[in-house]
C-alpha cells in the first residue's frame, strides 16, 4: 500500500544561478509525482513538498546530491493520502518560484548566507539543550517567530507572541520599540521548522537583542523529542491541507472559536474575498456570518499561507 508522506525542508546556501535550479527541482517533482510549495533565491531553498513515501525518498536523495544542498534540513510528517494518481491530497498543485527570499520578512539585503549557512543567526538549541537553558536560568523569554493566527491553537507556555499577520511584518514590529526591554535577557525564537528563525534570530541581534537563540528544527523537531509532555501546548499550524498536526493522540485545545467562543483547533480562511486573515472556527459555526470580518467563514475553504 502506498504510503502518502509530507515534508518540511531549507537550506541556506549562496545560489549563483536560483532559475536553473528551479527548473532542476520542477523537472525532479513533476517526475516523482510530487506536489507543493518550493521556493528558490540567491539564498537557498525553502519547501513543503507531499507525495508517496518511495516517491519522497528519491527526491531528497537527488536533492542531496547538489553539493550546497547536502546538508538539507529535513523533517517528515504523515500526509492525509493519495489521489488515484498516486499524488497527494494535502497539496492542489507544484509550485517552483524564484524570489528575492526564501522566506518573506522583506529584508533580502540585510540577510548574508555563505557556504556554512546563515552568518550571525542566533545560538542553535536542541530541544533538550533549551530545558537545560530554561532550567538554568529563570529569565528565559520564548518569542513566538509565526504569524499571530498560528499561535492562536498551539503555542509554547507562557511564550511572548507579536501581533503581526504576515512574515513581513516582523521588521517593523522590531523597529517599534515594543521589545526592547527583552534585549538584555536570553530570547529563544521559535517556528515551525527552523526557517523563519534563522533570520528573525539575525534581526534581532543586528537590532541590539544582545543573547539570542533558536530553537533548531523548530516545533516540528520539539514535538518530535517531546510530544506533548514538554512545554507545546496545543496543535501546530501547517500551510497546507492538513490545516494542522499534533504531536500525540490528545493535545491540548487552546483555540476558541471566533464565532461562539468554544474550543476548538480548527482553522479556516475568511469566505469574504478581500480578507485575507485566517480564523479559529469550530466546525458548527463553519458557515455562519463573521462579524468581525464581514463575512462568512467558508467551511471547506482551502487553506492558503498569508
Known sequence: MAVPKVLLFYAFTPLSDPEAVRLWQRELCEGLGLRGRILLSPHGINGT???????VKRYVRRTREYPGFRELDVKWSEGTGLDEEGRSVDFPKLSVKVRDEIVS??????????????????????????????????????FDGRNRFEAEIGRFRGAVV????????????????????????????YCTGGIRCEVLSGLMRSRGFGE???????IVRYGERFGDAGLWEGSLY????????????????IGHCAVCGDATSRMRNCADPSCREQLVVCEACGGTV????????????????S
Open 162 to 189: 507579536p501581533d503581526v499577520s504576515t512574515t513581513r511584518d516582523f521588521v517593523a514590529e522590531l523597529d517599534s520599540g515594543r521589545y526592547d526591554h527583552l534585549k538584555d535577557k536570553p530570547v529563544v525564537t
Open 105 to 142: 520578512f522583506g529584508a533580502p539585503d540585510e540577510l548574508e548566507v555563505d557556504d556554512g549557512g546563515v552568518v550571525g543567526g542566533g545560538t542553535r538549541l536542541a530541544p533538550d539543550d533549551l530545558h537545560r537553558l530554561l532550567s538554568e536560568r529563570d529569565d528565559v523569554v520564548l
Open 212 to 218: 539570542v537563540y533558536q530553537l533548531d528544527g523548530g
Open 238 to 253: 501547517v500551510f497546507d491541507g492538513r490545516g494542522s498536526v499534533s504531536f500525540s493522540g490528545t493535545p491540548a485545545t
Open 290 to 305: 463573521c462579524e468581525r470580518h464581514a463575512g462568512s467563514i467558508a467551511a471547506a475553504a482551502p487553506l492558503r499561507p
Open 49 to 55: 513538498l507531499g507525495g508517496e513515501l518511495a516517491a
